[in-house]
């Protein structure tokens, strides 16, 4: 192997599939790549399984452990290890700002994401960030905080690991935080158009749990699977994009593109447009965001160039779909509206997979929300948790109904 620089993780989230594909990236990686803290909430036997492979210094259990001995089981491999446990949310902000963690990838999935995220970026770290609700939650706060203590962000998010991509190839004075915005005209976000993207209100109305858990191109966890279907991950990738490079909600717009093989792409103001293709495989987005700026060969599959393929673009259906409008104003509030936004749809996606909401009112609900809660321009941490927590009473009492 060529010269390379050491690449010290702690993984948040590591028995999720971001967390699971950044495992395999470091697998992959040989000597390059060290994993130093690792963090699970509920799959302690995968996390076993985890420590036993790469002997981190420490990991965290962010839930109560249920099974006494399965914890036993874990407990004696750690010591085996030589692997520190803590317990408990709080403890995260431990293996954050730990010296010898040079990037923290935060794939923890929601809100419950931005606290580690804050704190990673408070004591300067590199951040792969996938956990988009950082963004859509804080955005204004998490850009700030970087900015004020030198932390970095690399999006994992694959469309937005495109636009980055594409912004590093044709603008050369960008730095991590600071994109150079003035020559973009435009960044197109692709969408797959998720499993209903022909549907009409009436078979939309009859989406089954198991139909809206079948994404067409790309293995995921069931949260953001099922906000493919609805594209409300669009609304929060909208969102996530107009803080992440700083561009106004009306310089972003979104195409269906079936294929999910152009990840995204940058219209310049001269007219010329970028894109970013790969077959859709997260660990190419999770490599390029921990290695950058180095670039070696990686474990995603590759585009077979032999075979006849088309690449289709369709405009979304904003009245099937209202998502990505509500995505646009939120975009342009800001303030609360996106901790808002993403607390009802948490509650309402949580329903949904409970079989206690419709499929297409998981949208309704989260627009019910936002339109009465008490907007807050510039929040702090503690103002974002409490419309948090506001939304999600909320939409659980509007549910009840
Ligand atoms: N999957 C993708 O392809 C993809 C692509 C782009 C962006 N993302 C983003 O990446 C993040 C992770 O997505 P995912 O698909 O990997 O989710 P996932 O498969 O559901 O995994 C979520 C991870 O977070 C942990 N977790 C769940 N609730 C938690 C809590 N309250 N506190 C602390 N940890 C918690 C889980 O632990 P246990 O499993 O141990 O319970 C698991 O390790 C999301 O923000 C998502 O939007 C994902």
Not at 63 to 85: C, F, M, W, Y
Not at 92 to 98: A, D, E, K, S
Not at 139 to 154: N, R
Not at 215 to 240: C, F, R, Y
Request: net charge neutral.
């Amino acid at each position: 192997m060529s010269s390379f620089a050491l690449r010290r993780l702690a993984v948040l989230g590591s028995t999720g599939s971001i967390g699971r594909s950044t495992l395999d990236v470091v697998r992959s990686a040989e000597k390059r790549m060290q994993v130093v803290a690792l963090s699970a909430h509920t799959n302690i036997s995968l996390l076993t399984e985890q420590i036993q492979e790469f002997r981190p210094q420490i990991v965290v259990v962010t839930h109560d452990p249920q099974n006494v001995s399965q914890l036993e089981k874990t407990r004696q491999i750690a010591k085996e290890s030589g692997t520190k446990i803590l317990f408990g949310a709080e403890s995260l902000t431990q293996i954050v700002i730990r010296d010898d963690v040079d990037i923290v990838v935060s794939a923890i999935v929601g809100s419950a994401g931005l606290k580690s995220t804050l704190d990673a970026l408070t004591v300067g770290k590199t951040v792969a960030l996938a956990n988009k609700e950082s963004l859509v939650v804080g955005g204004e706060l998490v850009m700030d905080t970087a900015k004020k203590y030198g932390g970095k962000i690399i999006p994992i998010d694959s469309e937005h690991s495109a636009v980055w991509q594409c912004l590093r190839t044709r603008t050369n004075q960008v730095t991590e935080n600071e994109q150079n915005t003035k020559n973009i005209q435009k960044i197109i976000l692709t969408a797959s158009g998720g499993p209903f993207r022909n549907f009409s209100s009436e078979q939309l109305k009859h989406v089954t749990v198991a139909d809206a858990l079948t994404h067409p191109t790309w293995q995921m966890g069931k949260k953001i699977t099922v906000d493919s279907a609805t594209l409300i991950n669009k609304a929060l990738e909208i969102i996530e994009a107009r803080w992440l490079f700083g561009v106004l909600p009306s310089q972003i717009a979104v195409v269906i593109h079936p294929q999910s093989v152009i990840h995204s792409m940058v219209e310049f103001s001269d007219g010329s447009v970028m894109a970013q293709l790969s077959p859709p495989d997260m660990r190419l987005p999770i490599q390029w965001a921990i290695d950058y700026p180095q670039q070696f060969s990686c474990p995603s599959k590759k585009m077979n160039w032999t075979e006849n393929f088309s690449l289709e673009f369709f405009p979304p259906n904003l009245e099937q779909f209202p998502a990505l409008q509500i995505g646009l104003e939120v975009a342009e509030q800001g303030g609360t509206a996106g901790a808002v936004l993403n607390a009802a749809n948490e509650v309402a996606v949580d329903a949904f997979l409970q079989e206690q909401l419709p499929f297409h009112k998981i949208t309704t609900v989260c627009q019910t929300i936002l339109n009465h809660h008490n907007y807050e321009r510039r929040p702090t941490l503690e103002q974002l948790q409490a419309a948090d927590h506001w939304a999600r009473e909320e939409t659980k009492t509007w549910l009840s109904r």
